[in-house]
């Protein structure tokens, strides 16, 4: 019996995918449970196993497209090998069918057969084109033709981290302000502790804990910094479901650490440090991906100074971490170098004022400066 693998249903409102590899090859025997592909949508990275041992007929290629619920595969569980599966996969075709197979310059070993005793069908041959052919109003493009040019398709990620950013600035009234910070105290806290801490907590102390725990604390005193807008109407949110963007080979990603606002400093480091590693693995699942309140991007580990974040919809405020740097500064009335950062708020201007967003800043400045304030536990 030859048995359909469809396109999974990855995530409410995903319609499609794209196949980013197959683990086995066109005609190998599988094993029930055995990885068999790996599936992208425009959120998060899926595998696809076996549910059947068989010969595996692959019908879509790595890169393609693909409408949730499509047979991309087929395992025929009375074949085993490469050479049998093609033997059955060319079982005597009518007349009809051969003419089109040949007319198309198809191998009928590629097409499931429905017909009995799996026969390939006419309606096979034409649904499997129909399948394979570009939708209606895409333009495939051309191959690149000048020396030293290279084409390569758009994954689902990027097109829909190009979708989401064009959507925000031109449907939010993104606006930034700036601060500085000096991190002399968080660096103090952190040479003090950090041995002891990793040592009895098995993960190190990072900076983005800190972060993390002052812009709760600071979202839990400006409620605005962490709404929404639902057409006419302001979603508040009594919780901080925070998200922390993490660039990938793949693009950048945001996992969500859900109630945030419960969890201390060792539980942060321990969830911050899974979701990063997870992300780079693209191993993250949709729900990980999905909501939040209020988003960190810390760009200052790639040694940006200075930049403007762009809005994480239906998020109205996103906070900018930059590169510490020593500077000179004004400390007393004296002239001393300090580790300083550079922070920034986007914000959407249609629901947060100058002044929220200027007070959201100056609170968590605060608390970053005076990191005993946020209850590190030892």
Excluded: C
């Amino acid at each position: 019996m030859k048995h359909n693998i469809l396109a999974p249903n990855v995530g409410e409102s995903i319609v499609e995918v794209s196949i980013l590899k197959w683990t086995k090859q066109e005609g190998q025997a599988v094993r029930a449970g055995e990885l068999l592909l790996e599936v992208e949508s425009d959120k998060a990275t899926v595998e696809i196993v076996a549910e059947h041992s068989g010969a595996l007929t692959i019908l879509r290629a790595p890169g393609e497209r693909i409408q949730i619920g499509a047979v991309i595969g087929v395992i025929d569980d009375q074949v085993v090998g490469k050479e049998s599966a093609k033997t059955d996969s060319t079982a005597p075709l009518s007349p009809a069918v051969k003419k089109l197979v040949q007319e198309r310059g198809i191998d009928p070993a590629s097409i499931p057969g429905s017909g009995r005793g799996g026969r390939v069908t006419k309606g096979d041959v034409l649904q499997m084109e129909a399948a394979a052919a570009p939708k209606a109003g895409v333009t495939l493009k051309p191959a690149a033709v000048k020396p030293g040019e290279r084409r390569a398709p758009m994954s689902l990620l990027r097109q829909k981290i190009a979708e989401r950013l064009v959507q925000a600035q031109h449907a939010a009234a993104i606006l930034t302000t700036f601060n500085e910070v000096d991190m002399t105290a968080i660096q103090k806290l952190r040479a003090e502790h950090k041995e002891a801490f990793k040592a009895r907590h098995g993960v190190s102390l990072g900076f983005m804990s800190f972060f993390t725990r002052g812009a709760v604390e600071a979202l839990k005193k400006l409620p605005e910094i962490n709404s929404s807008i639902d057409g006419t109407d302001v979603v508040y949110h009594d919780y901080q479901d925070i998200g922390i963007a993490v660039g990938t080979e793949r693009g950048l990603v945001v996992p969500v650490i859900k109630d945030a606002g419960q969890l201390g400093f060792v539980a942060l480091e321990k969830k911050i440090a899974e979701y990063g590693t997870r992300a780079r693995d693209s191993k993250l699942s949709i729900a990980e991906l999905t909501g939040g309140t209020f988003t960190i991007s810390n760009g200052g580990v790639y040694g940006s100074l200075l930049s403007t974040p762009i809005l994480n919809p239906p998020q109205s405020a996103i906070l900018g971490m930059h590169k510490i740097q020593e500077r000179p500064i004004a400390v007393n009335g004296k002239v001393e170098i300090r580790p300083m950062m550079y922070l920034a708020l986007s914000y959407d201007h249609r629901l947060i004022d100058g002044k929220g967003a200027v007070t959201f800043l100056i609170t968590l400045k605060d608390y970053l400066e005076n990191p005993e304030k946020l209850g590190l536990e030892y």
